[in-house]
Every structure is written in C-alpha cells, then in structure tokens.
C-alpha cells in the first residue's frame, strides 16, 4: 500500500517554463488537495477537489491549474513558472475531507 | 478571520522537559483542531487531534489542551525526546469547510 506518491522528488525550472507535478493516492480517497510550504510560513492550500471531476480554489491558486479525470490522480499544472512559485509541494488525500490528511512526501521546486 | 497563528517559530528544549506549542484561531466556526508532526524530508503525519466538546486531549506523551472562550489550543509534549526534533503544525476546520487552515509552524528541537 503506497499511499500518496508524489513525482518528481526535485525539480529546477527555468523562469517561463511550464511542469506538472504528479500526485496518485491508492487509499480510494475522494478528497485530494495540494499545498505549497514555505519557511515560516506554514502550509497554503493552492487547490483541492472533493471528487473526480470536481476541483476548486484554496488561498493561493494563481500560477497554477488543476484537474481531476480519476479518484487516484491529481496532478498540479505551473504555467509560465515564477521565482515566487519556489517551494516545497505537497500533496495530500483524505477519506472524510478536513479529517485525517495523509501527505505524500513532497516535490522541492526551484524557479531560477 | 481564517487565520491561525501558531507560536513560537521555533523551540529548543532539553530532554526529559515540556514541550509546549500554541496556537489561536478566530472563526468561532471551527469544530476540529488536529496537529501535525513533520521531519525533515517528509511530509506531514496526523499527531493528535481535538474538538471543542472536551477541554483536553491525551496520547501517550502528547497532550492537546482547549480553551474555548479564549479561541486558544495548545500541544505538551511530556518528557520531550531527541526523537520528538521536528515541525510541529496546528489547524483548525469546520465540517462544512473541507478543508484545513495550517498555523505557521514550530520547528521543536530536544537537545540530548
């Protein structure tokens, strides 16, 4: 039982370039969320989706879009990336929404 | 009014003492209080987690205590460990949210 995988574990992105970062869970869980964390300040939802198909807005959704074809896959699109996109990525699954997160191990990115 | 503020941002205490981490939320909406433990290079794992029916919660070493009219919750850890050095996040949510609001964090070291 895998739980929540996230791909890639590192990435370096050039200013303007686009990426996906991946996110599947094997838990059947219907709420998926991903979060960016930056030092010191906290965890900020970007976006989450309630099921397949269904997705919306956290606190900081600009530069990024998502989408949600399947209860497993969750994947997070940066358009156009920004030195302020520079952060670790997280992306979570939960079977009762806001109750129990189960956080895969995170994407580091860096925009130079 | 979504906010939770959580303090302090970092904490060194030696072994064998009391940990003891804070935080403060404004939307008297909330009914779930979860912390979370995070080490380095992982993601975040559910620690404890309260609602406001009860005062405190208590497992093992870990202790949540509550204090409603104040809108204040608290994590004591008991006889702090090397093994408990990580980051601490508290949250908070309300059913109808979905979703949780993360404090800032408290990187906790226990020194040997």
């Known amino acids: 039982n895998a739980g929540v995988t996230q791909t890639p574990k590192f990435r370096i992105l050039k200013i303007g370039q686009s990426m996906t970062l991946q996110c599947t869970q094997d838990m059947n869980h219907n709420y998926m969320y991903w979060y960016r964390q930056d030092p010191g300040m906290g965890l900020k939802l970007i976006y989450y989706s309630v099921g397949a198909g269904i997705t919306d807005k956290g606190e900081v959704p600009n530069g990024y879009n998502v989408s949600r074809s399947t209860t497993e896959d969750f994947p997070l699109r940066l358009e156009l990336a920004a030195p302020s996109q520079t952060s670790v990525y997280f992306c979570?699954?939960?079977?009762?929404?806001?109750?129990?997160?189960?956080f895969g191990s995170g994407t580091q990115l860096s925009v130079l | 009014q979504q906010q939770v503020k959580q303090s302090p941002q970092s904490l060194i205490v030696q072994k064998g003492g009391i940990s003891i981490i804070n935080c403060a939320y404004e939307n008297t909406a909330f009914d779930y209080f979860p912390w979370y433990q995070q080490f380095p290079g992982k993601g975040p794992a559910l620690l404890i987690a309260i609602r406001p029916d009860v005062s405190e919660k208590k497992e093992g070493r870990f202790t949540i205590s509550f204090n409603k009219s104040a809108k204040q919750f608290s994590l004591h850890i008991m006889d702090s460990q090397p093994g408990d050095s990580a980051t601490y996040f508290c949250?908070?949510?309300?059913?109808?949210?979905?979703?949780?609001?993360f404090g800032q964090g408290t990187r906790l070291t226990i020194n040997p």
């Open positions: 979570a699954s939960s079977f009762q929404g806001y109750e129990k997160l189960f």
């Open positions: 949250a908070a949510s309300n059913k109808g949210a979905q979703k949780l609001v």
